[in-house]
């Protein structure tokens, strides 16, 4: 016979044991939880790279029970697809370029305000600086990425004029010329200068610059490197005009359907110290792709202090308007950038 004291230490020991498998992160899941990462760049880029490199750190920090399977160059969609992709769940995370989805992303937007990633002396803050601070804001944006956890964004503020023959150094150096843009935003500075906002291909931005189609191009070094710009380009002009954001984002019901400790992991290992560490990247891309440009012998300089003044007095007019237009919708643009600027001033 067992007596009532065994029976109910037995059911004791046995709450106890389910309690310590159920507070177990891990333990005795039925198979790995699989999730589904899309980007549309290419499979040498930095941040392929980087989403592999972290996909890795969540599987050894899980055990292997959180199993990230990156699918670059577009494989799952075009690039203006990759924020839907993750929004509607077809993939689980997405990295995306705000700008290649004019309008959709309206406050986002007005982070490429004319040199507001720029310090006191007027150089551009660094990609990690910014990224760090763009992270920062994910809570002022959260409307815009409804659907989706944001975990991070990366800004890179530096940007140049990629010019077949011509220096710019002032606006008036670009009147009347053909430039293509990076952005909606870009095109109405462009626009503000008296150039022309040509849209063409990245692919093939060097094959119209060098044949006289435009005149130049808005890119950083490293894009402009990785689209072999330096074969076309004799002049570059550097400077910290405009900032969109790269996003990482999570589907909502993707995250919040994970058991805790995939959360934590996930949380953990992004945030504002992930944009930090993945705009690092950006930098030392950017660092390396001006090196391409000089050892092609582009004369490359920099537009930085009082210089960047004219550019930004014409520019802030179009910038105005948009503002104005955003508040008129109830969009709180003024407070956005109003922060934006207290957070730089401490960067």
Same mark, same amino acid.
């Given at each position: ?12 020991? #046995? ?24 980007? %549309?760049?290419?499979?040498?880029? $930095?941040? @392929? *790279? ?12 899980? @055990? ?11 494989? =799952? #969609?075009?690039? &203006? ?7 509607? !769940? ?7 370029? *705000? ?14 305000? &004319?040199?507001?990633?720029? @310090? ?8 990690? $600086? ?21 975990? %991070? ?6 940007? !140049? ?8 150094? *002032? ?7 053909? /430039? ?16 022309? &906002? ?24 490293? #894009?402009?490197?990785?689209?072999? +710009? ?19 984002? =999570?589907?909502? !019901? ?24 993945? !705009?690092?990247? %950006? ?26 003044? &004219? ?11 948009? /503002? ?12 956005? +950038?109003?922060?934006?600027?207290? +957070?730089?001033?401490?960067?």
């Amino acid at each position: 016979m067992i007596s009532r004291r065994t029976l109910l230490g037995t059911a004791a020991a #046995g709450a106890t044991v389910i309690a310590n498998v159920i507070a177990m992160p891990g333990v005795l899941r039925a198979a790995p939880v699989k999730l589904k990462l899309s980007h %549309y760049l290419p499979p040498k880029h $930095q941040i @392929n *790279t980087e989403l592999n490199r972290w996909a890795g750190e969540l599987k050894q920090k899980s @055990n292997g029970e959180l199993d990230i399977e990156v699918f670059p160059a577009g494989q =799952m #969609g075009p690039p &203006p697809r990759q924020f839907d992709l993750a929004r509607t !769940g077809v993939a689980d995370i997405s990295f995306f370029f *705000t700008a290649l989805v004019p309008g959709r992303f309206p406050l986002s937007e007005v982070l490429g305000a &004319p040199f507001l990633f720029t @310090n006191a002396a007027g150089k551009p803050l660094s990609a990690a $600086q910014a990224s760090f601070i763009g992270t920062n804001l994910r809570e002022d944006l959260a409307a815009e990425f409804a659907g989706t956890e944001l975990l %991070y964004s990366v800004l890179s503020p530096t940007v !140049g004029f990629f010019m077949r023959d011509k220096q710019v150094k *002032t606006p008036d150096d670009l009147k009347g010329l053909k /430039i293509r843009p990076t952005s909606t935003t870009m095109g109405s500075h462009l626009k503000s200068w008296g150039a022309v &906002p040509t849209t063409i291909a990245p692919a093939e931005v060097s094959d119209a610059i060098a044949k006289g189609v435009v005149d130049g191009a808005i890119f950083n070094c490293e #894009g402009g490197a990785a689209f072999q +710009l330096h074969h076309s380009v004799k002049k570059v002009s550097m400077f910290g005009d405009s900032a969109a954001p790269f996003a990482l984002v =999570m589907n909502s !019901g993707a995250f919040k359907g994970l058991p805790k400790d995939m959360q934590k992991l996930i949380t953990d290992t992004t945030g504002p110290e992930g944009g930090r560490r993945v !705009g690092k990247l %950006y930098d030392d891309a950017e660092a390396a792709g001006r090196k391409v440009f000089v050892e092609a012998g582009v004369e490359v300089i920099d537009i930085d202090g009082a210089a960047i003044e &004219p550019f930004k007095k014409l520019a802030d007019v179009p910038t105005q308007e948009q /503002i104005t237009a955003l508040e008129a919708k109830g969009m709180k643009a003024r407070a956005l +950038l109003s922060k934006v600027r207290g +957070l730089v001033a401490q960067a």
